[in-house]
């Protein structure tokens, strides 16, 4: 079955404890990214990854680490948590860029940072 | 960068009515305009979409408009149904460097029996 994953699923961490969330995709896709969302703000974009070993900013990439060592995975990495990153992270990918190919998401990653 | 603004936040319809969403967005390059729509606690999946060389698109019940000149679109929702509750979003994106997405806030649309 075509999906994206990310694990885990939901997580409580303590402030400056690093973690990081896993997204995985078995579609082939060179396309990646990272969306937060927050109550009435939307999806917001963190970073993206055109394809291996190429990433970018997106518009709120501030505390937030990426890395694309393999086609299928983009893991996030918060080297420092702090609870205004709290929020519901989805991991997205396409065929290709953003444009004209639809975006599958994961189902979502609820952080709480105490 | 690209800004949306998407409007209304929240729109109640009676079950059979239609529903508009408008969107508005700032970067006359953008060419790429899709929606998503997300039920309650799951992800965000593309309903339709729409590219700057076309002014209308239709899926059955669902219908996406384009105005270049004005840089606003907007998706129109007839006959609703009790599962067309969602949050809808609009995005843009110029396809150019950053390749990425923006997203308007969303619109809660709300099906009343």
């Known amino acids: 079955e075509a999906q994206v994953t990310q694990n885990p699923r939901y997580l409580i961490t303590v402030t400056g404890k690093k973690l990081t969330v896993t997204c995985s995709q078995n579609m082939n896709h060179e396309y990646m990214s990272w969306y937060r969302q927050d109550p009435g703000l939307g999806l917001r974009q963190i970073y993206y990854?055109?394809?291996?070993?190429?990433?970018d900013k997106g518009d709120v990439p501030e505390g937030y680490k990426v890395s694309r060592k393999e086609k299928r995975n983009f893991p996030l990495i918060l080297e420092s948590p702090s609870p205004n990153q709290t929020s519901l992270y989805f991991c997205?990918?396409?065929?290709?860029?953003?444009?004209?190919?639809?975006?599958?998401f994961g189902p979502g990653t609820r952080l709480t940072v105490t | 960068g690209e800004n949306v603004e998407q409007h209304p936040s929240t729109l109640s319809v009676q079950e059979g009515d239609s529903a508009v969403i408008k969107c508005t967005y700032s970067d006359s390059a953008s060419n790429y305009f899709p929606w998503y729509k997300q039920e309650l606690g799951k992800r965000p999946q593309l309903i339709i979409d729409?590219?700057?060389?076309?002014g209308e698109k239709k899926d059955q019940r669902i219908a996406v408009t384009l105005n270049k000149t004005a840089k606003h679109f907007s998706l129109h929702i007839t006959e609703t149904q009790p599962e067309d509750s969602a949050v809808y979003f609009c995005a843009a994106t110029t396809g150019g460097g950053a390749d990425g997405l923006t997203f308007g806030k969303g619109t809660h649309l709300i099906i009343q029996p």
């Open positions: 997205a990918s396409s065929l290709q860029g953003a444009v004209f190919y639809e975006q599958y």
């Open positions: 729409i590219r700057s060389n076309v």
């Open positions: 990854s055109m394809n291996v070993e190429v990433t």
